[in-house]
């Protein structure tokens, strides 16, 4: 969900939708996140760029803004696959703190732009960025952990092997 703090707009989706739509391709409207589901990238209340793009330029892994039908907010989530629906591409969402894929389909027409910076630490961070170096943290931690059971288990095998 997003609000935008410079214009005094909060939760306004039809006036954030009006502004990213009337910005030229390329062209970066700034909003501010207000919801949970895209954390550990994306925080409630960090500012981002979105940015207007062709829905064909789109691929796996970049975070969208889109308005469902009949729905009076946007919401922000990454794009997890595309696949062939009825005469058009249509694309799978997940938000990053969600388990699960979302329960929608979106389609070209929903979508309003593409999520790229966010604003920490007093400047502007690209996101796919940040999302790259929390998945290498996550590793990181993961690789350690499974070292130590590695190491910890051939100690053991080589004690047992060595013997008198």
């Not at 390329?26 to 996140?33: L, P, Y």
């Not at 207007?52 to 970049?62: E, K």
């Not at 039908?69 to 969600?98: C, F, M, S, W, Y």
């Amino acid at each position: 969900m997003l609000s935008n703090q410079r214009n005094n707009v909060k939760n306004d989706a039809a006036v954030i939708q009006k502004m990213i739509l009337s910005v030229p391709y390329g062209a970066c409207v700034e909003c501010r996140i207000n919801g949970n589901s895209m954390e550990p990238t994306l925080k409630n209340g960090q500012r981002i760029h979105i940015a207007r793009v062709h829905a064909g330029s789109l691929c796996p892994g970049d975070v969208i803004a889109f308005v469902l039908p009949g729905r009076k907010r946007i919401i922000i989530h990454r794009i997890i696959k595309h696949v062939v629906g009825q005469n058009e591409l249509e694309i799978v969402t997940k938000g990053d703190a969600n388990n699960q894929d979302d329960p929608w389909i979106v389609n070209r027409s929903m979508i309003l732009g593409k999520a790229t910076a966010v604003f920490v630490n007093g400047s502007w961070a690209s996101i796919n960025a940040l999302h790259d170096s929390f998945v290498k943290a996550l590793f990181n931690k993961f690789r350690h952990v499974m070292m130590r059971y590695f190491f910890r288990h051939a100690v053991r095998t080589c004690q047992f092997f060595y013997k008198a």
